[in-house]
């Protein structure tokens, strides 16, 4: 079992080290651009329009539960960092490539199993995938979130893997959020499906 894990850290480190040995000066304002919590503001503007625009007097539930989504998976995830206490690889790589803010490389903080930024983005996207149901709609926000987590490996913060733990977090928590929301617009009990 040991050498099958050492094996899939290999791989890991190795994707890693692939991308973000891939870095120009250009790519790395991108990167961190793209990393940026603020950057994606617009698209959130987008999708809160679109939803009132779609459920007008039931539009503040949908808010109240995307909120509370993207809550729960960043919550979720820092629990989860806490116990499995992997560091991130800007921790543990000597020679990795950095985004240099204002003289400082960002190396983010200590854990990086799952990632936020790849739980969050996906559970916001999952959530509005299930509410809109629209191909247009997946192909965009699976964009999205392939862009962000790609950013988070290609600035050295997080193997492959963290992402790959954070969608899958951001999946579970989009899911549940829009099943309980859809429960209470259609004032069903959770216990009736």
């Given at each position: 079992m040991s050498a099958f894990l050492d094996f899939l850290q290999k791989i890991d480190?190795?994707?890693?080290?692939?991308?973000?040995?891939?870095?120009?000066?250009?790519m790395d304002n991108v990167m961190w651009i793209i990393s940026g919590r603020l950057t994606w503001i617009p698209l959130y503007v987008l999708f809160a329009i679109m939803i009132f625009r779609d459920y007008r007097k039931g539009s503040w539930v949908i808010y109240i539960f995307a909120v509370l989504a993207i809550m729960l998976s960043d919550q979720s995830s820092n629990l989860i960092k806490d116990f499995v206490m992997r560091l991130r690889p800007s921790h543990v790589i000597s020679g990795l490539h950095f985004y240099n803010q204002g003289?400082?490389?960002?190396?983010?903080?200590?854990?990086g199993f799952p990632s936020n930024h790849a739980a969050n983005a996906a559970s916001f996207a999952f959530y509005m995938m299930l509410l809109f149901r629209n191909k247009f709609i997946y192909f965009f926000l699976s964009v999205y979130v392939l862009l962000i987590c790609y950013s988070r490996v290609y600035l050295g913060v997080h193997y492959p893997s963290d992402v790959l733990g954070g969608i899958v977090v951001g999946i579970v928590t989009g899911s549940v959020a829009h099943k309980v929301c859809m429960l209470l617009q259609r004032g069903t009990s959770l216990w009736d499906n």
């Open positions: 480190t190795d994707v890693l080290l692939l991308i973000n040995g891939a870095h120009t000066p250009v003289g400082e490389n960002y190396m983010g903080g200590l854990y």
